[in-house]
């Protein structure tokens, strides 16, 4: 090899090594695989597409933190079972406590919003006065929502399904006497199938935060998205997000 070659020789060696480097290590960026979250939130709350309230909020506490994320529509029992497995990364949104029964579960601690747990019924006559106030009745419920399935253990009868469309339409049809739901959720459900006479009760059964919970494997993330909704709360995002995903819905007015 002639000197004048050995300079050439030698960067073209370089960069052949540097573009194995690349391949071999990619960037974070590149390698970085979106987290898989779970839903089982019906309209407006999460939508296919991830154009509902609580998908919009948890995807920006996400992308503030770097963090790509894949959205997920499931069961509300599916959805807590593949979470606390770690078949997904985690799941949105839930009352708090949850991880005394999926130990696998870490909750963030800064809610994304709160949950209005509302009876629906279609008799005009139905006046109800918390929890208690369901026990002489045939409740309807989904299956998966524990805060419902806790407070309905004591009623005349139960029918659970899985989700809420099986619900309104028992309601609907008489088999059962009351159902219970997130306001906005009924709300939406009840008008978006044109079901006539279904009124909400009020006051709501309960109010309650509901939060993101990880698999245990990304507890470092917590306090990341704690912080990121707290921020997101200070300047007004979440707000904004929420008029969003009722954009359209024409409740907005309805909820206190």
């Not at 609580?54 to 529509?73: C, F, K, Q, S, T």
Request: glycine share 8%.
């Amino acid at each position: 090899m002639s000197r004048a070659e050995s300079p050439c020789r030698r960067r073209s060696m370089l960069a052949a090594m540097l573009l194995c480097l690349c391949l071999a290590f990619p960037s974070r960026a590149q390698a970085a695989e979106p987290l898989r979250l779970n839903s089982a939130d019906p309209a407006p709350l999460s939508r296919p597409g991830g154009t509902g309230i609580n998908d919009r909020i948890v995807a920006e506490a996400y992308r503030r933190n770097g963090l790509p994320v894949r959205l997920v529509r499931l069961t509300a029992e599916r959805a807590l079972l593949n979470a606390n497995e770690g078949i997904d990364d985690g799941i949105y949104v839930r009352i708090a406590g949850l991880e005394r029964v999926y130990p696998n579960l870490v909750m963030v601690p800064e809610p994304v919003g709160e949950f209005l747990f509302t009876a629906f019924t279609k008799d005009p006559a139905m006046r109800v006065n918390g929890w208690d106030g369901l026990k002489p009745y045939h409740v309807g419920l989904v299956t998966g929502w524990k805060i419902v399935e806790a407070h309905t253990a004591g009623v005349r009868a139960r029918t659970s399904v899985k989700n809420e469309e099986s619900l309104f339409a028992l309601l609907d049809k008489g088999r059962v006497e009351v159902v219970v739901l997130d306001l906005l959720t009924g709300l939406e459900a009840a008008r978006s199938r044109g079901y006539q006479g279904v009124r909400a009760l009020s006051p709501p059964l309960e109010r309650r935060n509901m939060h993101i919970y990880l698999n245990k494997r990304h507890a470092d993330l917590v306090p990341k998205l704690a912080a990121a909704l707290r921020e997101m709360k200070r300047d007004g995002t979440i707000e904004r997000l929420t008029r969003a995903g009722l954009a359209g819905v024409g409740i907005a007015q309805e909820a206190p």
